[in-house]
């Protein structure tokens, strides 16, 4: 099969299948404005999040996306109504991106009455079916499976919708992955998949773990085409997505998608972050923040810090209202205990 090799990297780093880095398509200016509005309604609802955890609202485990935010903003750009998400444990901005409400979210984490499990499944275990949300998995790697389930359901049912698995660089190495790459070809289901490359799963640097790191890669022995994409850049993340989404709904079949980007904060909230420099984290923020980047060309291009401010002010609202939200609401009632579940 012949597929359409075109490899993005991060500015300044060659690909390492050779191909020159090239800059993405400029964004017009509401597109910039939406990306930054969602990029930072993701920061800051997480950075509220943490505080939460510090201050014991929020129990069980909670594994926060900041630094990643420009991957689901700018895959959500190149969707349409009725497109699929699931991922695993890191998916708060996944939700968010997907349009599902902050106070649902933020009250799962509190594990009250209004989340959306009812506050039973906490960071982990959130799904929407109006938003097209599914989860939320606990199980390295299992979303891949469920995600090319979706697609299987798209094409059985003869639509044209596609479904988004993201998983991380970690998860690329379970072998369910390529049980699904192999069935999701051969039945040419409509599946991206998303491979979050943050360099590390827990505290295990990619170097240390995978033989190919190039993880585009990683579908050819399926002729799974992919692309590595610079994830911090949301312009360079809806271009490769909008490719990706143009395949798949042709009919041709998954395709595979390398996020290369960098999580800011631990694993999950407890982490002794012995295996990276302060230096390294410092480094990527200064240089590469999604955020940052929108910001700076926003800037450039005559939008004011008035503008900018106004944007920061509606997401604090959102985020500060979550957080009231979260922690007034009742918690479940105790014979929630005897409801969907299993026994
Ligand atoms: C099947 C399974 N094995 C191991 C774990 C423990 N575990 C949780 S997260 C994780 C690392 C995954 O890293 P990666 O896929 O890179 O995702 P990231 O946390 O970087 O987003 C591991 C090993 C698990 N939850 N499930
Ligand atoms: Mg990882």
Same mark, same amino acid.
């Given at each position: 099969?012949?597929?359409?090799?075109?490899?993005?990297?991060?500015?300044?780093?060659?690909?390492?299948?050779?191909?020159?880095?090239?800059?993405?398509?400029?964004?017009?200016?509401?597109?910039?404005?939406?990306?930054?509005?969602?990029?930072?309604?993701?920061?800051?609802?997480?950075?509220?999040?943490?505080?939460?955890?510090?201050?014991?609202?929020?129990?069980?485990?909670?594994?926060?996306?900041?630094?990643?935010?420009?991957?689901?903003?700018?895959?959500?750009?190149?969707?349409?109504?009725?497109?699929?998400?699931?991922?695993?444990?890191?998916?708060?901005?996944? *939700?968010?991106?997907?349009?599902?409400? +902050?106070? =649902?979210?933020? @009250?799962?984490?509190?594990? &009250?009455? /209004?989340?959306?499990?009812?506050?039973?499944?906490?960071?982990?275990?959130?799904?929407?079916?109006?938003?097209?949300?599914?989860?939320?998995?606990?199980?390295?790697?299992?979303?891949?499976?469920?995600?090319?389930?979706?697609?299987?359901?798209?094409?059985?049912?003869?639509?044209?919708?596609?479904?988004?698995?993201?998983?991380?660089?970690?998860?690329?190495?379970?072998?369910?992955?390529?049980?699904?790459?192999?069935?999701?070809?051969?039945?040419?289901?409509?599946?991206?998949?998303?491979?979050?490359?943050?360099?590390?799963?827990?505290?295990?640097?990619?170097?240390?773990?995978?033989?190919?790191?190039?993880?585009?890669?990683?579908?050819?022995?399926?002729?799974?085409?992919?692309?590595?994409?610079?994830? *911090?850049?949301?312009?360079?993340?809806? +271009?490769? =997505?909008?490719? @990706?989404?143009?395949?798949? &709904?042709? /009919?041709?079949?998954?395709?595979?998608?390398?996020?290369?980007?960098?999580?800011?904060?631990?694993?999950?909230?407890?982490?002794?972050?012995?295996?990276?420099?302060?230096?390294?984290?410092?480094?990527?923020?200064?240089?590469?923040?999604?955020?940052?980047?929108?910001?700076?060309?926003?800037?450039?291009?005559?939008?004011?810090?008035?503008?900018?401010?106004?944007?920061?002010?509606?997401?604090?609202?959102?985020?500060?209202?979550?957080?009231?939200?979260?922690?007034?609401?009742?918690?479940?009632?105790?014979?929630?205990?005897?409801?969907?579940?299993?026994?």
């Amino acid at each position: 099969m012949a597929a359409p090799k075109k490899s993005v990297a991060p500015a300044g780093q060659a690909t390492s299948n050779g191909a020159t880095p090239s800059s993405p398509p400029d964004f017009t200016r509401d597109q910039e404005m939406h990306a930054l509005r969602d990029m930072l309604l993701i920061r800051r609802f997480e950075e509220k999040a943490g505080q939460l955890y510090g201050m014991g609202a929020i129990g069980g485990f909670c594994h926060l996306y900041i630094g990643q935010e420009a991957i689901v903003v700018g895959m959500q750009m190149a969707l349409k109504d009725g497109d699929q998400v699931i991922t695993g444990y890191r998916d708060h901005g996944h *939700m968010l991106a997907c349009g599902m409400d +902050a106070n =649902g979210v933020m @009250a799962e984490l509190t594990g &009250r009455k /209004g989340g959306y499990s009812k506050g039973k499944g906490g960071s982990m275990h959130m799904f929407s079916r109006e938003k097209n949300f599914y989860g939320g998995h606990g199980i390295v790697g299992a979303q891949v499976s469920l995600g090319t389930g979706l697609a299987f359901a798209n094409r059985y049912r003869g639509n044209d919708l596609v479904s988004l698995a993201y998983f991380g660089d970690g998860a690329s190495n379970q072998g369910q992955v390529y049980e699904s790459f192999n069935m999701a070809e051969l039945w040419k289901l409509p599946v991206i998949y998303i491979i979050e490359n943050n360099r590390y799963a827990m505290g295990t640097s990619v170097t240390r773990s995978s033989a190919q790191t190039d993880f585009s890669k990683r579908g050819v022995s399926f002729n799974i085409p992919g692309e590595q994409v610079d994830g *911090m850049d949301v312009r360079a993340v809806k +271009a490769a =997505g909008d490719r @990706a989404v143009a395949w798949c &709904r042709a /009919g041709k079949g998954p395709f595979i998608l390398e996020m290369q980007t960098y999580r800011y904060r631990g694993h999950s909230m407890s982490d002794p972050a012995k295996y990276r420099t302060r230096e390294e984290v410092d480094k990527v923020r200064h240089d590469q923040d999604p955020i940052e980047q929108v910001r700076n060309r926003l800037l450039a291009a005559g939008v004011t810090e008035q503008d900018l401010k106004a944007i920061d002010a509606e997401v604090r609202d959102i985020v500060n209202a979550s957080a009231d939200f979260a922690q007034q609401d009742p918690e479940p009632d105790a014979s929630e205990l005897y409801t969907d579940v299993y026994r």
